[in-house]
């Protein structure tokens, strides 16, 4: 058989030797200066090395086009696959805090309309295929609009439609009765809590609106007691230019709190707008950097683990079992522009006002088409594109550390 190099390799050098990550498959192998020359020179003897590059995925047939071949496989499962009706609901535009990097600035803080349980069940009823669906509670704080949680769950009981959920949160109206009672009656699986810094960084940032609201390590024993309660979740860890130290110093405090909570990662995510804007570069280092500070390096995760399987989509926004709903009812294809009507593709009144294209015939910038991390992005956030930030997933950038410092 004739072999020619995968497209997805991504290679690294690190002193004597070289590393080979397939953004594809998830092989990695190391090779002294002796195998690389091999690799790269493509023998085709059936030998031990040729098999196992070819069985690796470093090597493929030098016939198949193995980036269409995933392309087709990633549009089919988008698809065609049976999964759940994924809704992100926008319990209310009200938040408690103050972030200056909120991408919601401007929007009208009001809470849902109500009435509108009847209304997404409809929805749901109509765009379910699997009796099954997965809410995530969105905001604003999505806490400051408890009541209408009760009353969907309620509705969504009454008409036997099972449903888990997710919450994201600030963490700060969590407490212990809301965590053992509510988090039950709402089935929620996980959650996730911004954290921006150590504490007086984060309570700088955060800026809540009351004096004493969502003080740090009332924030970080919500935490723990949503663990031990089950919950997985997930520390989304914000870093922006003003606060790279503080986010180091940030997670040795919780490597010392949360070492033996198998249930509780860090998710890096760099903040956007013009001011705070990493270059690719100082993002790798600055992963490189956390992983360094870091005790137990699985606890940087991308999503469920270190790294993940070949992308079928890149977010929510190109996933047509997924839709965001927000406070007036409008539906959109992503969460970043809930309350920006001149996005939405329909409302719970007249349902989609446009034929729902997700999945078919994915245009790439070339940029993105052309990256051999194109299976871990495929073609990153759209709207921090559109805004003018770096469209790429943190993963990209936490497997370049982390080969780094193998």
Known sequence: ?????????????????????????NSLARL?????????????SEDEFSSLMAQNGFWVDSLVDEKSKYLAFAEAYTL????????????????????????????RHTDIKEGSEDKIIDFIRKHNKTN????IWFGGEPLMNIP???SLCNHLIEEKIFFSSYIITNGSLLDKEIIEAKFRFWNIKGMQVTLDGTKEVYETIKNYRRSGEGGFYSILNNIRIAAENGVRVSLRLNIGRDNKDSILELLKELDHVFYR???????????????????????????RDMLLNMKNI????????????PRMNACNNGNPYSFSIDVDGNIYFCEH???????????????????????????????????????????????NYVEGDIPCMIEKYVIQAYLQIL
């Open 1 to 25: 058989m004739r072999y020619k190099k995968s497209e997805f390799n991504y290679i690294q050098r690190n002193g004597d030797y070289y590393l080979i990550y397939n953004t594809l498959y």
């Open 32 to 44: 002294c200066e002796d195998e690389f020359n091999r690799y790269n020179k493509l023998a085709d």
């Open 80 to 107: 065609y696959a049976p999964r759940p009706l994924s809704i992100t609901l926008t319990t209310t535009l009200k938040c408690n805090a103050r972030c200056s990097y909120c991408y919601e600035k401007g929007v």
């Open 132 to 135: 099954e669906i997965y809410l």
């Open 148 to 150: 209408f949680m009760d």
């Open 261 to 287: 909570y198998d249930n509780i990662v860090f998710y890096p995510a760099f903040v956007t707008g013009e001011k705070e804007i990493l270059s690719e570069e100082e993002r790798v280092d600055f992963i």
């Open 298 to 309: 699985n606890k940087l995760t991308a999503s469920t683990k270190f790294y993940s399987l």
């Open 337 to 383: 522009y809930v309350g920006q009507e001149h996005h939405r593709i329909g409302d719970l009144e007249k349902g989609l006002l446009t034929d729902d294209s997700r999945g078919i015939d994915v245009v790439f910038r070339e940029e993105c088409r052309n990256c051999v991390f194109l299976p871990k992005c495929f073609g990153g956030c759209n709207a």
